[in-house]
């Protein structure tokens, strides 16, 4: 064992679930290797496939929070993309937006083929949902449905109002810590901001500060709890993991992205959709989701808001989170 130690993930009983699976694979996607953590009572049940967020943001630690409550109708298979993670590396060949989505058809075709499935879910969260979509656009007939948590809509407005509520709670609050912060950021530009990624992370621990994240302000403690306790990643992995999500946002979090404006590009979907939204998430405002679900044609189209949540309700209201994904993906 090195200094760093190893990763684990706990066992399923396998004299009480003879067809369980709880295990770490190193796939090749894209000719890059990648890992996933893939975990069930029964791999006879239907797959869900977790799409983090970011770009850069690996969430194995979340997903394993609420896996026990799932993995008894489920086989989960959580993806740390190229570059970040588990699949973290300081020498990431084409990270960009479109080859993380041919990866993404690369792990889909492996898991159908591999677990002998014609479909699977996804749950897409954040940077995640956009991927997720691209994917519906590509292989619909490979999808059952979809969850999309945090939904984005269009980048450069949606920063504007991320950054404007900021900048009105810090007066609010008289955080004259904030407001000067805010102030030496800048408002964002076609939804970048001038210094770059390194704008973005400060506008965004602001943000955190004055209630657009979480609901509960305290949970980043939680969150980070999750992530110094978890055994899916090594300590050296933990080290790492701010590092693989600064590099995937330079690479990533451009121009190109930020002309993401699905209300105009993308006004149908072949497989049905269930938006999961906090009312207090400020990263990518309910007001963008409900114009887009409202305008939106879809098979079967769902918006759950949960009024106790920030942009990720998985962690302001788990146990509810649970509840309506199991109404959805019947």
């Known amino acids: 064992m090195s200094v760093f130690g190893v990763a684990s993930t706990k066992r399923i009983d396998k004299q009480k679930f003879s067809n369980s699976i709880a295990e770490f694979r190193t796939i090749p996607l894209g000719n890059f ?12 049940n239907p797959i869900i496939l977790f799409i983090h967020g970011g770009p850069g943001m690996s969430e194995m630690h979340e997903v394993r929070e609420l896996s026990n409550a799932l993995e008894d109708r489920f086989t989960l298979v959580t993806w740390d993309q190229r570059g970040c993670g588990k699949s973290y590396s300081n020498n990431v060949p084409n990270l960009t937006h479109m080859q993380i989505v041919e990866d993404g058809v690369e792990l889909i075709q492996y898991l159908k083929q591999h677990f002998k499935k014609d479909k699977i879910y996804l749950v897409t969260h954040s940077w995640g949902t956009i991927i ?12 059952t449905a979809v969850i999309s948590i945090g ?7 949606t920063e504007l109002m991320s950054y404007n509520f900021a900048l009105e709670q ?3 609050h008289n955080d004259l810590t904030s407001i000067k912060e805010l ?6 530009h076609d939804g970048l901001y001038a210094s770059g990624v390194n704008g973005l992370l400060r506008q965004r621990k602001i943000l955190m500060r004055q209630g657009g994240v979480f609901y509960n302000k305290n949970k980043i403690y939680y969150l980070l709890k999750l992530i110094l306790t978890s055994p899916e990643y090594t300590l050296y992995e933990k080290l790492l993991l701010n590092k693989g999500r600064n590099q995937s946002l330079k690479a990533i979090w451009n121009q190109d992205l930020m002309k993401t404006n699905l209300i105009n590009t993308l006004p149908h979907v072949a497989v049905p959709i269930y938006f999961f939204h906090g009312r207090m998430d400020y990263i990518t405002p309910l007001s963008f989701v409900d114009e887009y ?26 146990e509810k989170f649970v509840e309506e994904l199991h109404k959805c993906f019947k």
């Open 33 to 44: 290797n990648q890992k996933i953590l893939i975990r069930g009572e029964n791999i006879s």
């Open 132 to 143: 997720g979509l691209d994917l519906v656009k590509l292989i619909p007939t490979d999808i």
């Open 151 to 157: 939904q984005v809509v269009d980048y450069t407005p």
């Open 170 to 172: 810090a007066k609010n």
């Open 183 to 188: 102030g030496k950021i800048g408002i964002p």
């Open 293 to 318: 679900f409202n305008k939106l044609k879809a098979p079967q189209k769902k918006l759950v808001i949960f009024k106790r949540s920030g942009h990720d309700p998985r962690v302001d209201e788990p």
